[in-house]
């Protein structure tokens, strides 16, 4: 299987930055996409921006602007730049990634455990 382990979460002013991380470990597979959703308290979740494995990037409207998705293959690693923070960005943020099987061509999505993002005064 494939562990997802997040970091760079925490509680930051209106106006911050802060740099989201998130590492794939395992083996037998290769990956798709990774990115980042969130979900705020009586919220449904939702994508705030992914990578392919071809660089292609997707943001939310929200987002655009203010967030910057990268990866390093080599790593397996996604990071989420956000600067210009807003209180309605805080939210727990989880890592997604879709990983194929090399063996089975299976694909499978994963799921980080979340770390809390809090923007306010």
């Known amino acids: 299987q494939v562990q997802l382990v997040e970091s760079g979460g925490g509680l930051v002013q209106p106006g911050g930055s802060l740099r989201l991380s998130c590492a794939a470990s395992?083996?037998?597979?290769?990956?798709?996409?990774m990115g980042w959703f969130r979900q705020a308290p009586g919220k449904e979740r939702e994508l705030v921006a992914v990578?392919?494995?071809?660089?292609?990037?997707n943001y939310a409207d929200s987002a655009k602007g203010r967030f910057t998705i990268s990866r390093d293959g080599a790593k397996n690693t996604v990071y989420l730049q956000m600067n210009s923070l807003k209180p309605e960005d805080t939210a727990v943020y989880y890592c997604?990634?879709?990983?194929?099987?090399?063996?089975?061509?299976?694909?499978?999505?994963?799921w980080g455990p979340g770390t809390q993002v809090t923007v306010s005064s």
């Open positions: 997604y990634t879709v990983a194929v099987y090399v063996a089975s061509t299976v694909a499978i999505n994963y």
């Open positions: 395992g083996s037998g597979f290769r990956i798709n996409a």
């Open positions: 990578i392919t494995n071809s660089s292609s990037t």
